[in-house]
């Protein structure tokens, strides 16, 4: 356990929990959802839905890992620099990638 955060972890893979069976979502736990690793010299994104790890949750408020990716996927930016206008969305909250972030997968 993080001593500076209680219930932050140290890894990639932070399985943040308070031990519990429910969601309080007035004391949530302090955990991840997806991982990312950035890498400058790709321009790339590598993005995991999930926790990376694979495993699993063991409690109720360990929330949105039924459709973990369990592996990371790289997007790219353009060679050119160009990129759309706005808001980029890479998934759904589902988990599913989106058409617009399906550009930039490698």
Do not use: M
């Not at 309080?24 to 994104?45: F, I, K, N, R, Y």
């Not at 160009?82 to 909250?93: E, K, R, S, W």
């Amino acid at each position: 356990e993080n001593p500076l955060l209680k219930w932050w972890g140290y890894s990639i893979c932070n399985h943040g929990t308070r031990k519990n069976h429910t969601y309080d979502a007035t004391a949530p736990p302090w955990g991840s959802v997806s991982a990312e690793v950035l890498q400058p010299s790709l321009c790339a994104l590598h993005y995991n839905y999930g926790w990376a790890c694979g495993e699993k949750a063991e409690f109720g408020d360990q929330l949105f890992q039924s459709r973990a990716w369990s592996h990371f996927c790289t997007f790219v930016s353009p060679s050119d620099g160009q990129l759309p206008t706005g808001h980029i969305a890479c998934t759904t909250v589902d988990g599913e990638i989106t058409p617009e972030a399906k550009l930039f997968r490698r």
